[in-house]
């Protein structure tokens, strides 16, 4: 692939330019589309995919630059102009990655209409409700999200949605892609992975609301007491409907995310054991241990010994390591398209003159003392959202977090540190898919771009 302007920005830029600015256009097919091709300000780029060409508004361009400035406290001039030269960039450079970073999301919507691909209304508010339920209470969430300068609905606009979208396309690939796969490779993996699985538990609860908590405590007696069962406390006390219809049933700790206490209780519980009133954000938990995973000392050597919940786990895992991956895919699509780039225009609010900056950058590095010299941790200054365990409140006021940025980096790379639905609280996760809904072979689009050329540039 031909790349006369290839940038890969790092650190703060890359993280929060993603996730941490309220972007005015990635919220939707329709929203993304419509503030992308806003021209009213010019046109920055024009991505060509096949007979299809889309003009990129140099307005989107400029607001996502503004709000990142602002996001990360570099609205004046000589704080943008030190953070750029002590990082290496440019007034073009960074425009040139934000046109990049767009060109990326029209590139995988457009693959994915071909492919008759979406994101339905109900897929994005159970992702929400997963990441939510990481916090420990909603003031919890609102400061993370407040942190990152987004709000609950930009949040499932520019980060869960384009993320799922891209989720979605990459199975949509595998599936066409995949090799049978066998019981001898899903038994490998679970031979991998038994240091995580072994000792992993299954747990039912019985949910009440936070009002409660007399009720609660009077039905925990009765079981306690033998004069009521778990199973039909369930049935006749529980407001959670979903885990409700199951039982109560909860799933594997190793495979579900759910709240810091809830995990807490459950390590504490032998088999058949009940636990004491447990209280979160949803309201009071009686939970109860229903089986605790012992893997056989020589390891298993067959299937028939690993629960389904893992044995469905390795071999979509497998399926994937045996298909093609979504970056080698996503590499081949994106080498037919072309990106045109046009100069930048001089009056945009983020073109300053570099050459002070520049030089007071070449002087440190040089070894030469400057009281004014940049202050080097502004490229740690943009932190992912802890999750789960150890995520308090004093993580969720520190400033300029981001939320969830994997998925959305303007170079089209992934941002480590984790999404927040990502990692589970207890930490343990069988190695390769992560039962989040993340890519079971980790493999992300890599910030393939299109075929770029500089309109008006050598």
Not at 22 to 38: E, Y
Not at 187 to 193: D, H, I, K, R, T
Not at 290 to 318: C, H, I, K, N, W
Not at 355 to 384: F, M
């Amino acid at each position: 692939m031909k790349r006369l302007h290839r940038i890969k920005l790092a650190g703060a830029l890359t993280l929060a330019v993603a996730v941490g600015a309220s972007l005015a256009g990635c919220a939707s097919d329709n929203s993304a589309n419509t503030g992308v091709s806003d021209t009213s300000q010019g046109v920055a780029a024009t991505l060509t995919i096949g007979e299809d060409t889309t003009e990129i508004g140099e307005k989107i361009i400029t607001e996502y630059i503004e709000n990142f400035r602002e996001t990360t406290n570099l609205s004046e001039d000589d704080a943008w102009g030190e953070w750029m030269a002590a990082n290496g960039f440019t007034p073009e450079t960074v425009r040139d990655d934000v046109i990049q970073y767009y060109a990326r999301d029209l590139m995988i919507r457009a693959a994915a209409d071909e492919k008759g691909v979406t994101v339905e209304q109900s897929e994005i508010d159970e992702q929400l409700n997963d990441v939510k339920g990481q916090f420990e209470g909603d003031e919890q969430w609102q400061q993370a999200l407040d942190a990152s300068g987004l709000t609950e609905e930009e949040y499932r606009d520019t980060v869960i949605e384009p993320r799922l979208l891209e989720q979605k396309l990459s199975e949509a690939v595998a599936a066409e892609n995949t090799e049978e796969v066998t019981d001898d490779q899903v038994l490998a993996l679970a031979q991998e992975n038994v240091s995580q699985l072994d000792g992993s538990k299954k747990s039912s609860q019985i949910l009440f609301g936070a009002e409660d908590e007399q009720t609660a405590r009077e039905v925990l007696d009765r079981i306690n007491s033998g004069d009521l069962t778990f199973e039909d406390a369930v049935n006749e006390y529980s407001t959670d409907e979903a885990s409700k219809a199951n039982g109560g049933d909860m799933g594997w700790d190793s495979l579900v995310a759910l709240p810091t206490s809830y995990y807490a209780a459950l390590e504490n519980l032998e088999l058949d054991q009940v636990s004491d009133l447990v209280y979160d954000e949803d309201g009071i938990r009686i939970i109860k241990c229903t089986e605790v995973l012992s893997v056989p000392e020589d390891g298993y050597t067959s299937l028939d010994q690993v629960p389904a919940d893992f044995v469905e786990l390795f071999r979509s895992q497998a399926s994937a390591m045996a298909s093609t991956t979504f970056s080698d895919w996503f590499a081949e699509y994106a080498e037919a398209a072309t990106l045109d780039i046009n100069p930048m225009p001089g009056d945009v609010p983020y073109n300053i003159d570099m050459s002070k900056y520049q030089s007071e950058a070449a002087l440190e590095g040089a070894g030469v003392e400057d009281g004014d010299v940049i202050d080097e941790t502004l490229d740690e200054s943009v932190e992912t959202i802890p999750e789960g365990e150890g995520a308090t409140e004093s993580d969720a006021e520190q400033g300029d977090n981001a939320l969830g940025a994997e998925g959305d980096q303007p170079n089209g790379e992934q941002a480590n540190g984790e999404q927040p639905e990502g990692e589970q609280p207890n930490g343990e996760q069988p190695e390769g898919e992560q039962p989040n809904g993340e890519q079971p072979n980790g493999d992300q689009a890599n910030g393939e771009q299109p075929t770029t050329t500089q309109n008006g540039q050598q």
